[in-house]
């Protein structure tokens, strides 16, 4: 994997590897899935996580390299042997919690592109997880963020995936959109959500460690009044939240190591982009990206996901709906 370490850009050679591992791992997984389940469960789980690990190894691979609909396909073939790799007994609720609080990395990883994955293109998530949400967790999430949380790896703190994985649950619980005590209680609790401070000695890497997390908590924001709320672009709430964000992005200087991790919010929060202007930044600054700069990569097609969601809006003389983003996807996707 060192060859891809340094260099963002893949060549044809390192194109061919990514594309011979996962046809690897894509028959060990069918081999996998293909075998009973063991009656000792702990050997069952522990085959599962051996596979569901080769199978994230080569997806963090997919993900710069391959198309969007290259990397729902790899986290579509992975979500059974995730299941079995599970804990809870096949057929009960997946407590989302209990997951992201697990030393297991394999898990977190697995949960995280589910869940992000669906936030980003509008699509179901594989499970409907068991999310129990209160501030007693969110501060446990805070104290093991150092050791067990992916934010190394996404830029995205653990518990802003669980408030992604709350609102989703809740969207589908009649009148949660119109309940003004609920909506107020997230909005509190996306704003009391802590970060862990960079320990780097660099003051702008940590102003831009931290201009990432909060364009985050802005994207859960107008996830909530766009998704659970149903709002549009156009609404008060949205279009408030939209300019807090810009306003952030625009005050980051653009470079490798803020871009690079602000790209995933921006693909979120670019939804509401209602402005011609920022639309332009948005499309700019993630392009700049090189992992999202070359056509047929995931990065890239997120980019023509977005201007598929303007367009549409544009034309039809109307503010974006969350239901765009879907569209969209399926548009560049054909998933």
């Known amino acids: 994997m060192k060859i891809f370490s340094n260099n963002p850009s893949v060549s044809s050679t390192g194109m061919a590897l990514i594309t011979n591992l996962a046809a690897k791992v894509r028959e060990e997984v069918q081999t996998f899935m293909a075998t009973p389940l063991s009656p000792v469960l702990a050997l069952d789980r522990q085959i599962a996580m051996r596979t569901l690990d080769n199978s994230l190894e080569v997806m963090t691979l997919q993900i710069n390299a391959c198309s969007m609909a290259t990397c729902i396909q790899s986290v579509e073939d992975a979500a059974p042997v995730f299941r ?9 609720p997946i407590n989302l919690a209990n997951i992201l609080l697990d030393p297991s990395v394999n898990l977190r990883h697995f949960v995280s592109l589910d869940i992000m994955g669906s936030v980003a293109s509008g699509r179901l998530t594989h499970f409907r997880y068991e999310v129990t949400y209160s501030a007693e967790l969110c501060d446990r999430m805070f104290q093991l963020q150092e050791n067990y949380g992916l934010q190394w790896l996404h830029g995205l ?14 969207y589908e619980t009649q009148g949660a959109g119109v309940n003004i005590e609920l909506i107020n209680r997230i909005e509190t609790e996306v704003d009391r959500v802590k970060i862990v401070t960079s320990s780097s000695g660099d003051p702008s890497l940590k102003i831009a460690r931290t201009a990432v997390h909060e364009c985050w908590r802005m994207a859960v924001l107008i996830y909530l009044y766009m998704v ?46 209602c402005k011609d202007r920022d639309r332009d930044i948005i499309r700019q600054r993630i392009l700049s990206v090189p992992e999202c700069a070359t056509p047929g990569t995931a990065g890239h097609d997120a980019v023509l996901q977005l201007q598929d969601v303007w367009a549409r809006a544009s034309g039809e003389g109307r503010a974006a709906v969350w239901a765009d983003l879907r569209i969209a996807c399926f548009n560049i996707t054909g998933m």
Request: a positive charge; hydrophobic letters at 45%; one cysteine or more.
């Open 228 to 273: 659970l709320c149903g709002a549009d672009a156009s609404d008060c709430r949205v279009v408030s939240t939209m300019k807090r964000f810009m306003r952030l992005v625009k005050g980051t200087k653009p470079g490798r190591i803020p871009d690079t991790y602000m790209a995933n919010p921006m693909i979120v929060a670019g939804v509401a982009a």
């Open 157 to 170: 703190p653990d518990q802003f995936i669980m408030i992604f994985a709350w609102i989703n649950s809740l």
């Open 84 to 92: 079995r790799a599970c804990p809870e007994p096949l057929g009960q």
